[in-house]
C-alpha cells in the first residue's frame, strides 16, 4: 500500500549524492544493497500479510469500501504535496550544496521545508478535516446514510498523514544525501507490522461497521512509526535542524519547481485510483475495496518485473540520452520492452486463467467470502489485459525523462486520465469489470502514443522486432495457461480447497506452468530468455 509504494518509487528517483566524506568502501556498499534488499523483500512479505489480516478482519463488505475512498483522497494530496513528489526535487538541491560545502545553506534549506511542510501541510489537513463532510460526498456519490457517514469520519482520522509524510520526505531525503539508505528501507516493515498489531489488538474493541477505525488508527500510528525511525538516524549524519523559515530562498524556490512535473505525474497517477472507486461506489459498497485488493495483487508483477527492468535501463537511458546517442538508446530502450513483454506477458497468462484460486488462497478467510472472490477475481481477470501495456508504460515514460522531455508523458498521463473517466462511465454499468477494462483501454492507448511520439523522435523503435517477439512470447504464454490451468484444475479436484491442498494446487499449477514457458520459449528461440536469465545469475 502506501509506504511500500513510496519506497518503490523513492528508490527509481534517487541517484545518490556523494557525501562529503571518503568514498564508501566496497564492502559497505556490498552490505547496504543486502541490507536493502532484504528490507525491502521483508517488507513486501508484511504488506502481504498485511492485506490478509485486513480482508479476514473486514472482507470487502461496504466499511472496507468506505476505508478504501478515505485513503485514497488524502493519499492524492499527499502524492501532490508530501513525500513521493518532494524527495526527487529535494535531494539533487541538498545534495548540491553539500558537495560544494555549502553546509550552512544546505541546513537552512532543509530546515526550511520542514517548516514550511509543516505549516502549509497542517493548514491543508485542518481545512479537509473541516469540509471533509462536503468534500467527500464528490469521491463517493453512489454512498449515503451511514456509509458515507463513515467515509467522511475515516478520511478525517486519516488525513493527518499528510503531514508526517510531508516530513518523512524531507528527512529521508536528507538521509539519501548522507548515503544512509538502511532506515529508509527498513521502516516500511515496521509501518505494516504496527497496522497489523494495532488491527488485531484494536478491532475487537469496536462493534459493527465501526471495527474498521481499527484500521484507520492503525494506519495513523504505523506512519507515525514510518518517520519516527529516519528520523532517529539523523543522528549519524552532521545535519543540525536550524529555525530558519527563508521562503524566499532561491533554493526552496528551485525545489518547489522541480516538484511540478513529478506532482503533477503522481497526482493523475492517484487521480486514476479514485476514478475507480468514484464509479465503483455507483456498482456496489463492495466494489470499490473489490477493485482495491485486485489492484494489491496485480501490483506484485509489476515490482518484481517491470520496475526492475526500468529501473535498471534508466541509468544507460540517460547516458546515451546525454550523449546524443540516439540509435544506442533506440536499442537499448527497445531491448527493454522486449525484456517486459516477455515477462510480464506470462504473468498476465497465468493471471487470466487462475484469477479465482489465486484470490482464494490469498484473501478468502474470516471475513472474505467465496462470493467476495468471485467479485475481487473479476476485477484481477481484467486488470490482467493492462499487465503488460503499464510495464510499457513505465519504461518509455522514463525514456521521456532521459530525453528530458518530462511534459510529454505527463501529457499523456492527463489525456490517460480523460480516457479512463470517460470509459470508465461508459463501461461501470457492466460492473467492476467494466471499471478495470477502462483502465485497460487507457493504458493501451497511452502507450500508442508513446510509441508514436518516440518513434518519431528516435527515427524508428524496431517495431519489427517487437512484433515478431511479441507473437512468440504470446505463443509461450498460451502454453502457460494451459498448463497451469490443466494442473490446478486436476489437483483441485484431487486435493479439495484447504490451505495445504489449494498451496500444492496452484504452486504446482503456476510452477509447471512457467517450466512449460521457458522450455517453449527455448524451442522457439525467444533472445530475451537468455537476457532475463543472465541478469538473474548476476543480480
Not at 545553506?105 to 505549516?119: D, G, K, P, Q, Y
Not at 457517514?149 to 539519501?176: A, E, H, K, R, Y
Not at 477475481?377 to 522514463?398: E, H, I, V
Request: charged share 15%; glycine share 8%.
Amino acid at each position: 500500500m502506501l509506504a511500500e509504494d513510496a519506497a518503490v518509487r523513492a528508490a527509481e528517483a534517487f541517484e545518490p549524492g556523494e557525501e562529503p566524506t571518503p568514498e564508501p568502501r566496497p564492502g559497505r556498499i556490498a552490505r547496504s544493497t543486502a541490507f536493502f534488499s532484504i528490507a525491502t523483500a521483508a517488507s513486501r512479505i508484511a504488506g502481504l500479510v498485511r492485506e490478509i489480516v485486513a480482508a479476514s478482519y473486514y472482507g470487502v463488505y461496504g466499511p472496507m469500501s468506505a476505508f478504501t475512498i478515505a485513503f485514497q483522497v488524502p493519499n492524492l494530496v499527499r502524492a501532490l504535496f508530501a513525500d513521493a513528489a518532494l524527495q526527487p526535487a529535494f535531494v539533487p538541491i541538498f545534495t548540491e550544496q553539500l558537495e560544494r560545502k555549502n553546509y550552512r545553506e544546505a541546513f537552512r534549506l532543509a530546515s526550511t521545508l520542514l517548516l514550511l511542510v509543516t505549516l502549509v501541510l497542517g493548514a491543508i489537513t485542518a481545512l479537509f478535516v473541516l469540509l471533509a463532510p462536503l468534500i467527500m460526498p464528490l469521491f463517493a456519490p453512489g454512498f449515503e446514510g451511514e456509509l458515507l457517514d463513515l467515509t467522511v469520519t475515516l478520511s478525517q482520522i486519516l488525513f493527518p498523514i499528510l503531514i508526517l509524510l510531508g516530513l518523512s520526505g524531507v528527512v529521508v531525503g536528507i538521509l539519501n544525501s548522507y548515503d544512509r539508505f538502511g532506515a529508509f528501507a527498513i521502516s516500511p516493515f515496521f509501518w505494516n507490522v504496527t497496522i497489523i498489531l494495532l488491527v488485531v489488538v484494536l478491532a475487537p474493541l469496536f462493534h459493527g461497521q465501526d471495527r474498521i477505525y481499527a484500521y484507520a488508527i492503525g494506519i495513523l500510528v504505523g506512519t507515525l512509526v514510518q518517520l519516527m525511525i529516519p528520523t532517529f538516524d539523523l543522528r549519524n549524519t552532521p545535519f543540525k535542524f536550524e529555525w530558519s523559515f527563508e521562503w524566499r530562498n532561491p533554493d526552496v524556490r528551485r525545489v518547489l519547481l522541480l516538484m511540478l512535473p513529478v506532482t503533477i505525474s503522481l497526482g493523475l497517477i492517484n487521480f486514476n485510483l479514485i476514478i475507480n472507486s468514484l464509479f465503483g461506489t455507483l456498482v456496489s459498497d463492495e466494489a470499490p475495496a473489490a477493485i482495491d485488493k485486485a489492484f494489491r495483487v496485480y501490483q506484485l508483477p509489476q515490482v518484481i518485473f517491470s520496475v526492475a527492468v526500468a529501473t535498471l535501463k534508466k541509468k544507460t537511458l540517460a547516458r546515451f540520452a546525454a550523449r546524443g546517442a540516439h540509435d544506442d538508446l533506440r536499442a537499448t530502450m527497445a531491448n527493454g520492452m522486449r525484456q517486459i513483454l516477455f515477462v510480464l506477458t506470462p504473468a498476465a497468462a497465468a493471471v487470466l486463467v487462475l484469477s479465482d484460486p489465486m484470490i482464494r488462497l490469498v484473501y478468502q478467510h474470516g471475513e472474505f467470502t467465496p462470493a467476495q472472490t468471485n467479485l475481487v477475481a473479476t476485477a484481477l481477470f481484467w486488470f490482467a489485459f493492462s499487465l503488460p501495456a503499464n510495464g510499457l508504460f513505465l519504461l518509455l515514460t522514463r525514456t521521456f525523462f532521459s530525453l528530458q522531455r518530462p511534459w510529454v508523458p505527463t501529457g499523456i498521463a492527463a489525456a490517460n486520465l480523460a480516457v479512463t473517466a470517460l470509459a470508465a462511465l461508459g463501461l461501470y454499468h457492466l460492473g467492476v469489470g467494466g471499471i478495470v477494462a477502462a483502465t485497460a483501454i487507457a493504458t493501451v492507448a497511452s502507450v500508442a502514443v508513446q510509441i508514436v511520439i518516440l518513434r518519431r523522435l528516435l527515427d524508428g523503435l524496431e517495431l519489427g522486432r517487437l512484433l515478431d517477439a511479441g507473437i512468440r512470447i504470446t505463443v509461450a504464454a498460451a502454453a502457460l495457461a494451459a498448463v497451469a490451468f490443466g494442473i490446478w484444475d486436476v489437483l483441485d479436484g484431487a486435493l479439495g480447497r484447504g490451505l495445504g491442498g489449494q498451496i500444492v494446487s496452484l504452486g504446482l499449477g503456476l510452477g509447471l506452468g512457467g517450466l512449460t514457458y521457458l522450455g517453449v520459449s527455448k524451442l522457439l528461440r525467444i533472445a530475451e530468455l537468455d537476457q532475463i536469465m543472465r541478469l538473474v545469475r548476476r543480480r
